[in-house]
């Protein structure tokens, strides 16, 4: 007795190249853990660029600001604010501006930067700040929550 097999023209289950449910799953699985890692660092790391941002465009205001007061004698107050960098107030005795390249930007989270003078923390100059989302305030004398 001899046992022959039968073959079949359909393709095998191996020859369909197809993924199974377990396989598409633990892919998932793998993708999920992985997301869960690097997203809160990619996060962290986008909110402490604003904070530094937010500091850089202080300092540079503050340079600007310097160069005014050199200038006129006094830093800008009232209205003008920190516009007197860049179009001459009215008061302005001895304007040789703009002192600044480009207009005046919003801070990173776009909202204008606070401005003002005489500062409650600098009496004798100004104050400049910007708050972050969280009420976090960033400014030319300290950060305070």
């Not at 104050?127 to 305070?144: F, K, Q, S």
Request: charge should be positive; charged fraction near 20%; proline fraction near 7%.
């Amino acid at each position: 007795m001899r046992i022959t097999s039968r073959t079949s023209n359909r393709p095998t289950r191996r020859d369909q190249g197809a993924f199974t449910l377990v396989e598409m799953l633990l892919v998932l699985t793998i993708l999920a853990i992985l997301a869960s890692i690097v997203l809160p660092k990619m996060t962290g790391n986008t909110e402490r660029a604003r904070v530094t941002a937010a500091q850089t465009q202080i300092a540079n205001l503050g340079t600007a600001l310097g160069a005014y007061e050199v200038d006129n004698g006094n830093y800008p107050r009232g209205r003008e604010g920190l516009q007197a960098l860049m179009v001459k107030p009215r008061d302005a005795i001895s304007w040789h501006g703009p002192y600044m390249e480009k207009d005046i930007i919003s801070d990173p989270w776009g909202k204008p930067y606070i401005y003002e003078c005489p500062g409650r923390h600098n009496p004798s100059g100004y104050d400049l700040y910007a708050t972050g989302p969280d009420g976090t305030i960033y400014g030319n004398w300290t950060v305070r929550k």
